[in-house]
């Protein structure tokens, strides 16, 4: 059964920082994986997504890489703002399944 | 394409009161999702449809917990009778047929049974 862990489960760390935030899973037989932020009583808004063929994946501050061989994946956040302060949770996604880790509270301190 | 709805966002009831949550997915999409989000348990599929047929129910945690997909545009998620232990958010996702396999979210659903 596919395991999804991330780590830290939270982290604090002042405006400017940048950081790291790291996924492992169990099972590398994944198609595609998929980083998530979520907001304090919101919905989930997607991030990234890597497919398996890929090493990783760019958008603006975020960077987020997928070793399947190993079972890890990480989450670059370049220069840390207070707005970036939310839970983000990675999920492997099978053939028709998806599994979420339990996330990683982050905040941003100004 | 206004996203994923769910409807309604709140919800409260009393125990042993049915409940019924209602999505409708991003038009196109041919798989629909349900998820359930508690701070015990975190994310957890509980369903999912393909072309309106269920396809895996292995997540729905017991009897009281039905869905259906009556066509493309709509599903519901039942809980009868309703239970303080079901208190969570449930979400709604779809998703096309195309490789990358990415999910999106509807806002969801926060249910509060007393």
């Known amino acids: 059964k596919q395991e999804v862990t991330q780590i830290p489960a939270a982290l604090s760390v002042p405006e400017g920082e940048n950081l790291v935030l790291n996924c492992s899973f169990t099972?590398?037989?994944?198609?595609?994986l998929q980083w998530f932020r979520q907001d304090p009583g919101k919905g989930l808004t997607s991030l990234l997504l890597?497919?398996?063929?890929?090493r990783e994946q760019t958008s603006g501050r975020l960077n987020a890489s997928l070793d399947k061989s190993s079972g890890r994946s990480t989450l670059y956040i370049a220069a840390s703002q207070p707005g970036d302060s939310a839970t983000y949770l990675c999920?492997?996604?099978?053939?028709?399944?998806?599994?979420f880790g339990a996330g990683t509270r982050l905040t941003v301190k100004p | 394409d206004a996203g994923v709805i769910q409807s309604p966002r709140h919800e409260v009831t009393e125990m042993g009161q049915e409940v019924t949550l209602r999505c409708k997915p991003i038009?196109?999409?041919?798989?629909l999702f349900w998820y359930r989000q508690t701070m015990m348990r975190g994310l957890e599929l509980l369903i999912y449809?393909?072309?309106?047929?269920?396809?895996?129910d292995s997540g729905m945690p017991e009897d009281r917990f039905s869905a259906k997909m009556p066509n493309a545009s709509f599903s519901t998620l039942k809980i009868q009778p309703s239970e303080p232990r079901d208190s969570a958010v449930y979400f709604c996702?779809?998703?096309?047929?195309?490789?990358?396999?990415?999910?999106?979210f509807g806002p969801g659903t926060r249910l509060t049974v007393t």
């Open positions: 890597i497919q398996s063929s890929q």
């Open positions: 996702a779809s998703r096309g047929a195309g490789a990358s396999y990415e999910q999106y």
């Open positions: 099972d590398s037989a994944i198609y595609n």
């Open positions: 999920a492997v996604i099978m053939v028709n399944d998806m599994r």
């Open positions: 449809f393909n072309n309106n047929v269920p396809i895996d």
């Open positions: 038009s196109g999409h041919d798989y």
